[in-house]
């Protein structure tokens, strides 16, 4: 996980790039909640899991006002 570390927060479309750069599998898991979505836009990533073949990243949807 520490090795990571530095990913967490990113927007997830670079967290993506990066493992597709390193030829890293990785599966997606999206958190909705269900109050104010239409405020919620930019998805950053929260989790990374390793699994045994590959890796499991968790994102959830921020504000873009938090920039």
Do not use: C, Q, W
Request: no cysteine; hydrophobic share 40%; proline share 1%.
């Amino acid at each position: 996980m520490s090795k990571y570390y530095a990913l967490l927060g990113l927007h997830l479309d670079k967290v993506k790039m990066y493992f597709d750069d390193n030829k890293i599998k990785y599966s997606v898991k999206i958190i909705e909640g269900k109050k104010d979505k239409d405020k919620l836009v930019v998805p950053r990533v929260i989790r990374i899991f390793e699994k045994s073949d590959s890796v499991e990243i968790t994102a959830t949807y921020f504000s873009d006002s938090l920039l």
